[in-house]
T-cell receptor, first 113, second 116 residues
């Protein structure tokens, strides 16, 4: 099955600075990589995803990059704001490319005013 | 459009008691997932349904956990008997369809279970 590693576990940045969260995966058959944001006590919500036919995807202040050769993908948040404070999870398909997800352990992003 | 609905939101039981969680997915979503989320961890897949068929239940502890989705719509996850280590948030999610199509999974608010 898939194994997803996520780093760092905690990330503190000044408001306005950029934040980068990195994930690696093990199954070369995986070709879909979503990122979820979970605020305290709330449900995970998809913020961006990328499929293996592209190397980068951007949506306003959020971008995701994918390196299939190295089997890693990253989340980039620019011009961070207080509302970006949350736990972020990367994920990849659990087995053989099917769509149950294996999640990373999460990154607690703290935006310092 | 209503989101994924789960009930109850919170449940406190004593160990060895049974407990059940209910989920109603977004209307028209064929695929339903149950995840377990321990404090400070990412969700872990327990079972995935395509309509009423459980197509991936390899991570479901079958000695005490069971699930059903009889009419291919809402689903129930049961634990009997509950153990202290079962304390966690149980999340339900749904997507339009599964397989290799990679649809967005929409999560419910979860049921927070505390076993005393």
């Amino acid at each position: 099955g898939e194994n997803v590693e996520q780093h760092p576990s905690t990330l503190s940045v000044q408001e306005g600075d950029s934040a980068v969260i990195k994930c690696t995966y093990s199954d070369s058959a995986s070709n879909y990589f979503p990122w979820y944001k979970q605020e305290l006590g709330k449900r995970p919500q998809l913020i961006i995803d990328i499929r293996s036919n592209v190397g980068e995807k951007k949506d306003q202040r959020i971008a995701v990059t994918l390196n299939k050769t190295a089997k890693h993908f990253s989340l980039h948040i620019t011009e961070t704001q207080p509302e970006d404070s949350a736990v972020y999870f990367c994920a990849a398909p659990s087995r053989g490319g099917a769509d149950g997800l294996t999640f990373g352990k999460g990154t607690h992003l703290i935006i310092q005013p | 459009e209503a989101g994924v609905v789960q009930s109850p939101r919170y449940k406190i039981i004593e160990k060895k008691q049974p407990v059940a969680f209910w989920c109603n997915p977004i209307s028209g979503h064929n695929t339903l997932y149950w995840y377990l989320q321990n404090l400070g961890q990412g969700p872990e897949l327990l079972i995935r349904y395509e309509n009423e068929e459980a197509v991936d239940d390899s991570q479901l502890p079958k000695d005490r956990f069971s699930a059903e989705r009889l009419k291919g719509v809402d689903s129930t996850l049961k634990i009997q008997p509950a153990e202290l280590g079962d304390s966690a948030v149980y999340l339900c999610a749904s997507s339009l369809y599964g397989g290799f199509s990679y649809n967005e999974q929409f999560f419910g608010p979860g049921t927070r279970l505390t076993v005393l």
